[in-house]
Nanobody
Framework: QVQLVESGGGLVQPGGSLRLSCAAS????????MGWSRQAPGKQRELVAS???????NYADSVKGRFTISRDNAKNTVYLQMNSLKPEDTAVYLC??????????????????WGQGTQVTVSS
């Protein structure tokens, strides 16, 4: 099994910044893509940003120029730097990762895991 644990959420004023972290643990062979999604009350889950193992990134139009995703492959950790935060950024932020993990008898098998989420609230 692969576990993802997010941290770094909280309450911030409009225009402020937060940095989210998500660490993956388990018998991981390789992590391919990692990403951040968010879900606000009454809204569908939205992909915010993603990053491949090679460092290619993709962002939702709503966060381009304000959010930056990065990763530390040695630590199996992905980060989301969020600047110029707006009230509409308020949501539970969840990270996900997919790749290969050791299965029965140590053979690699695919995984696609999600964290529990961290709350980000942007309010004055």
């Amino acid at each position: 099994q692969v576990q993802l644990v997010e941290s770094g959420g909280g309450l911030v004023q409009p225009g402020g910044s937060l940095r989210l972290s998500c660490a993956a643990s388990g018998s991981i062979f390789v992590i391919n893509a990692m990403g951040w999604s968010r879900q606000a009350p009454g809204k569908q889950r939205e992909l915010v940003a993603s990053i491949t193992s090679g460092g290619s990134t993709n962002y939702a139009d709503s966060v381009k120029g304000r959010f930056t995703i990065s990763r530390d492959n040695a630590k199996n950790t992905v980060y989301l730097q969020m600047n110029s935060l707006k009230p509409e950024d308020t949501a539970v932020y969840l990270c996900n990762a997919d790749g290969l993990v050791a299965g029965p008898v140590g053979l690699p098998r695919h995984f696609d895991s999600w964290g529990q989420g961290t709350q980000v609230t942007v309010s004055s």
